[in-house]
């Protein structure tokens, strides 16, 4: 079961009870990591454009689908080479506001992987 995701506001998510502040992935297994936004950030400058070095990191061989929360506003989006990586991979991509992607995410089953951000 994945774990549950009780809320998110403007700079944090509660996961299974913990609080995180920076920007969370979620493994096939329920681990749940920091995103590594600097892969993205020394390509673009922001943080907001994925960048294919990042795709590599959030992917998880198995996964056959992958949310992701893309702020309170949604200001994150996958970069041309990052969304072929993706497709290539047999991977279907959701982006959506991170308070619409927490609603996705708990009611989801399956290999599923997630990135939240949780600023803008």
């Known amino acids: 079961m994945l774990p549950q995701i ?3 506001q403007f700079g944090n998510i509660t996961v299974g ?3 995180y502040e920076y920007d969370i992935l979620i493994r096939l297994d329920g681990h749940i990591e920091k995103r590594k936004k600097k892969l993205s950030k020394a390509k673009y400058g922001t943080s907001h454009k994925i960048s294919l070095d990042e795709a590599v990191q959030i992917y998880e061989e198995g996964a056959q689908e992958l949310i992701i929360g893309t702020g ?3 200001y994150i989006e996958l970069s041309t080479e990052a969304e072929i990586f993706f497709e290539e991979k047999g991977c279907a991509v959701k982006l959506v506001s991170t ?3 927490v609603k996705v995410w708990n009611v989801l089953e399956g290999k599923v992987i997630a ?4 600023t803008c």
């Open 115 to 118: 990135m939240f951000h949780v």
């Open 99 to 101: 308070p619409t992607a």
């Open 6 to 8: 009780e809320k998110t």
């Open 17 to 19: 009870g913990k609080r």
């Open 72 to 74: 309170q506003i949604g």
